[in-house]
């Protein structure tokens, strides 16, 4: 099966290839959550330090009380490493993949996150209604969905005025290496589009969100952003 569009939009391979290659999706999934696996898979393949993306995901889930976060795509639950027992936010793991889900709700069983809810998705058109989350958290997801500019704009219209983003994407044109990386692995159907930083600068202000801070390390680009107040859905 591959991912399908309701408006029409032809089937992604790459989002179908995340929902049926369970070897993939273990592998990713158990490489991610190991980190000297992680450290090693980054510097080689990516030229970037994944310390980085460990300390991006624990901030961006220390949140205040009662906040309403949404994790797209969630994968296996990477993120859960932020989380904590009891912990009162309304936390929604949503994913076009089924393999993935399966591996984020058994993550969440390990670590009693028993208030993470789960919810099957296509990032580029989701099952939420206009400004239902205060934060947005997307690692490592953008570049693997056939229209990532259509995924941002749906950011911007499920968050409240005011909400935020935080997450990362891989970049064309850090260096040599990952760039041959990139071409392989889009190549092997893993990746979808990837483009240069100022494509993705270019999304964010076309969905209307402002950046409040960017740092890139090797290939990946990792971001902040916000929806103005005074920006409606
Ligand atoms: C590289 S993994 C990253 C997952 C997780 N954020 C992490 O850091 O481990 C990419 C994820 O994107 C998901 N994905 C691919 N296409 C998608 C789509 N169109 N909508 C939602 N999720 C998608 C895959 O199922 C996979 O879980």
Known sequence: ????????????????????????????????????????????VFATDNRKMYRHMASAVALPEGTSVLDIPSGGGVVFLGLRPGKPLRYVAADISDLMLDRARAEADRRGLDFVEF?????????FKDEEFDVVVSYSGLHCVPDPEAAVREWSRVLKPGGAVKGSVVVRGASFLPDRFINLWVKLRILDVVTPVEEVRRWF???????????????????ELEKPKDRKA
């Open 1 to 44: 099966m591959v991912s399908t569009n309701s408006s029409g939009a032809a089937p992604s391979v790459v989002s179908g290839n995340w929902q049926t290659n369970k070897r993939l999706a273990t592998v990713w999934d158990r490489g991610v959550k190991s980190r000297p696996v992680a450290m090693v898979y980054g510097a080689v």
């Open 119 to 127: 919810e099957k998705a296509d990032a580029t058109e989701l099952p």
């Open 205 to 223: 202000r076309d969905a209307g969100l402002r950046v409040v801070r960017t740092e890139t390390s090797g290939a990946v680009l990792y971001f």
